[in-house]
Each structure stands twice: as structure tokens, then as C-alpha cells.
């Protein structure tokens, strides 16, 4: 399978689906079709039915049950695109087989270097089979080797029509990078009682916790005077939000939380004297200390607009997901088949919360209840991102297992 595995992930990736949150358009970016269009010819030539890819580029796609029960209907989904953070177009992978645990040359001009003395855990995977980005772009394994796992799990069940399973939908969607993976998901004609995505990292990880999420957007006012005359009069916009965020807790930011500690994150500033635009995202897992988060930002611009003058700050706040422990707990037969799962198949389950999101989180809300499962990446997002072979095979089996458990209940 390994070789067969390989050669689907690299096709891939080799399509460039970043999407872009700055676009209004839905999705993102036009050549989301792309990859779109390319599954939804294999899922015709695997014989599929009910197979579409909408306006929208959500692809979905339906495997008949052939075990005589209409019950349950298992989905399977992951994304398409690729993170706005780096360029996803022409990746050039290397191959690197049978890993000797040393460092691995990116890029020798650049001194670019994947090293076992920055990121440990590469010396897990001592022996297998690696795939490495050039040092220039992401690799893609966030999400496209989800699709891959998906694809190839569904591959063997078409050719193997000896194997009893129920019937399995599968959807693949644009934009979750963005935050806008499932905006139109159409979870009544996707039709499956519960679901995974295949969108997590190492191997073994089996999440159904995600952070409350809420973004911050503040614009600040200044009044620009020129500087030799600006005494009592000048209020410098950069300056005031540059107070602003260090009314904020120094120890809730990302570089200094872990596990289940929430965090406000700065991520981005656009400023002049006159006017100045922050903005943040802001996370927990608990809902009450997310709730008091947001109260908390509130509460700093109010003051700030105390002491300078009214209107100088302007606070747009919005909720973007929940918790889906909520809603998936209630079913935790949905975990404990992914534990079985990985126990029979030999991989350790590591049950851990996501410190981010998933299309899983909002759909779980959606009515779908939905955890995520490791594809086995690691460093998403990024030059230093990384894939072993052997995980995503191992990714395969996952859910080839979960589907056999439940064929058979």
C-alpha cells in the first residue's frame, strides 16, 4: 500500500489550493476546484453515488452499504485547502527514506534545516519513510493527507467488496484554514448520523475538545498633530494600542499556555498615528473563562476610551466556534470505536483537546457530531512541515477498523 499511498499524497499536493482570507468569495479561491473537480473524477471511477461538488466546492460523495443494514451512516471529511500563512503552489517534496534520525537539508543555500534538535519527536520515525517540503513552501499534509486516507480507505473497500461495511458518505470542503469550512455545509444532504475528520497530526491523536474561539477586531483612533507642536494634543493610534495590549495578561499568550490554558493572540497590526487596526483571536477551552476573556477585552477598551476620549477604540467581537466536547460526549461511542480502532491496529491513542479548530467543532454544533483523527503531520503551515509514510498508512487502517467495528456491531 505504501508505494500506492505515496504516490496519491504527492498528487495532492501538488495541486495549489491555498485559500485567502481576505476574499470575500465563497470559496475563497477559485483553484480550490481544482482538486475538487480531480476527486470527484476518482470517486466516479471508484463508482460511487450521489457524487457532487457544488458552487460552493464542497465535494460529496456516498459508498452503498453492502452488509444489508441501513444503520449507522458513517462520514468522513477533510479539507482541501491549504493555510493562507504560506505558499502552497508548485511543493517540491523530498523523499526521505529509511530516516537515520539526523538532520534533514531543506534547503542547502538557505541553510534551511528540518533538525531532530528543534522538533524531538522526528526521532520517532527513525527507520521510515519521510516526505519534507524544499524549505520554500508548506507541504500540504494539513489537510491533503487526510485526503488521502480517505481516499485510499474507500479505494480498498471498493476492491476488497468482500469486506462488510455500512454505508459511508464522504466530504471534502474548502476554506477550514480560513475559519470557513463549513459556513455551507449542507449537513441534511451530507446525511450521516456522525462523522470524523481526518485533520489532525501525530500519529495516534484522537481529539474531541477544541477551544472556544472568538475574534477581536479594534480600531483605534488617533489625532495626528505635527510633531513639533503636538504637546497635550496628539494622540498617537500606535501607541494607544500598543497599551491596550499590554493591559492583557502576559501569561494568556500562545508562547506561554499549553494543554487546556486559553490565550489572547495579537495577530495582526496596521498602524499610523492617525488610525490603527488590531486585531485578535481569543481561546479557551473552558466556556466560562472564555466568557470572561471577551469581558475582559470589553472591559480594557472601555477604560481606554475612559482615559483618552470616547471613540478612540472601537471593539468588534465575534464568537467563530465552540467547544465540541458538548456535543460529542453525549455520543462517546464515536471515541471509544476510534480508541478500539487504533488499539486493534497497533497505535497507541493519545486523547488529547485540539489547541485550535476543526470543521468537526462547528459541524458537531451543526447537528454532526464529529471528532478528529490524526493523518500524521507534523509542522503545519509551514516550510518545516512533515509527513512519515508510515503514519498516514497507519491513518488507512484507522479507519478501515472503525468502519469494520461498526459493520459488525
Known amino acids: 500500500?505504501?508505494?500506492?499511498?505515496?504516490?496519491?499524497?504527492?498528487?495532492?499536493?501538488?495541486?495549489?489550493?491555498?485559500?485567502?482570507?481576505?476574499?470575500?468569495?465563497?470559496?475563497?479561491?477559485?483553484?480550490?476546484?481544482?482538486?475538487?473537480?480531480?476527486?470527484?473524477?476518482?470517486?466516479?471511477?471508484?463508482?460511487?453515488?450521489?457524487?457532487?461538488?457544488?458552487?460552493?466546492?464542497?465535494?460529496?460523495?456516498?459508498?452503498?452499504?453492502?452488509?444489508?443494514?441501513?444503520?449507522?451512516?458513517?462520514?468522513?471529511?477533510?479539507?482541501?485547502?491549504?493555510?493562507?500563512?504560506?505558499?502552497g503552489a508548485n511543493v517540491n517534496p523530498q523523499i526521505i527514506e529509511s530516516y537515520d534520525g539526523k538532520d534533514i537539508v531543506l534547503d542547502k543555500e538557505k541553510s534551511i534545516i528540518l533538525s531532530p534538535s528543534e522538533f524531538p519527536e522526528m526521532k520517532q520515525?527513525?527507520?521510515?519513510?519521510?516526505?519534507?517540503?524544499?524549505?520554500?513552501?508548506?507541504?500540504?499534509?494539513?489537510?491533503?493527507?487526510?485526503?488521502?486516507?480517505?481516499?485510499?480507505?474507500?479505494?480498498?473497500?471498493?476492491?476488497?467488496?468482500?469486506?462488510?461495511?455500512?454505508?459511508?458518505?464522504?466530504?471534502?470542503?474548502?476554506?477550514?484554514?480560513?475559519?470557513?469550512?463549513v459556513d455551507k455545509f449542507d449537513v441534511k444532504k451530507f446525511d450521516a448520523d456522525f462523522a470524523y475528520t481526518l485533520d489532525g497530526g501525530r500519529l495516534g491523536e484522537i481529539e474531541y475538545e477544541n477551544f472556544n474561539a472568538a475574534m477581536a477586531k479594534i480600531f483605534i483612533q488617533g489625532r495626528n498633530i505635527h510633531p513639533g507642536y503636538a504637546k497635550n494634543k496628539m494622540i498617537n493610534s500606535m501607541l494607544v494600542a500598543m497599551e491596550l495590549n499590554e493591559m492583557l495578561p502576559v501569561n494568556e499568550r500562545p508562547e506561554f499556555t499549553q494543554d487546556y490554558e486559553g490565550f489572547f493572540h495579537l495577530i495582526k497590526f496596521d498602524g499610523a498615528v492617525e488610525k490603527s487596526t488590531i486585531q485578535y483571536i481569543i481561546r479557551d477551552h473552558d466556556r466560562a473563562k472564555f466568557e470572561k476573556k471577551k469581558i475582559l477585552m470589553q472591559q480594557v477598551c472601555e477604560f481606554m476610551n475612559k482615559k483618552y476620549r470616547e471613540g478612540t477604540v472601537t471593539l468588534e467581537m465575534k464568537d467563530q466556534y465552540y467547544n465540541m466536547?458538548?456535543?460529542?460526549?453525549?455520543?462517546?461511542?464515536i471515541v471509544q470505536a476510534a480508541v478500539d480502532a487504533m488499539n486493534a491496529v497497533g497505535v497507541e491513542p493519545i486523547v488529547v483537546p485540539i489547541r485550535g479548530g476543526t470543521d468537526g467543532s462547528r459541524l458537531s454544533y451543526m447537528g454532526l457530531p464529529c471528532p478528529n483523527l490524526f493523518a500524521g503531520g507534523h509542522n503545519f503551515h509551514g516550510k518545516y512541515e512533515y509527513i512519515p509514510l508510515q503514519s498516514l498508512e497507519k491513518s488507512v487502517e484507522v479507519i478501515l477498523k472503525i468502519i469494520d467495528l461498526y459493520a459488525n456491531k
Open 1 to 87: 500500500m505504501k508505494k500506492e499511498l505515496l504516490n496519491k499524497f504527492l498528487k495532492y499536493i501538488s495541486i495549489d489550493t491555498q485559500s485567502d482570507d481576505t476574499s470575500e468569495t465563497y470559496p475563497s479561491t477559485q483553484k480550490q476546484f481544482n482538486l475538487a473537480k480531480l476527486l470527484v473524477e476518482e470517486l466516479t471511477q471508484l463508482g460511487l453515488k450521489d457524487i457532487s461538488v457544488d458552487e460552493h466546492c464542497y465535494v460529496m460523495a456516498t459508498l452503498p452499504a453492502n452488509n444489508g443494514k441501513s444503520k449507522p451512516v458513517i462520514g468522513l471529511i477533510a479539507h482541501m485547502d491549504t493555510a493562507p500563512d504560506m505558499s
Open 325 to 333: 466536547r458538548e456535543k460529542v460526549e453525549p455520543e462517546y461511542h
Open 125 to 181: 520515525y527513525v527507520g521510515q519513510t519521510l516526505i519534507t517540503t524544499d524549505g520554500s513552501t508548506l507541504l500540504g499534509a494539513d489537510d491533503k493527507a487526510g485526503i488521502t486516507a480517505i481516499m485510499a480507505a474507500i479505494e480498498y473497500l471498493v476492491k476488497h467488496p468482500e469486506i462488510k461495511h455500512g454505508e459511508i458518505k464522504i466530504g471534502f470542503t474548502p476554506d477550514e484554514e480560513i475559519g470557513r469550512g
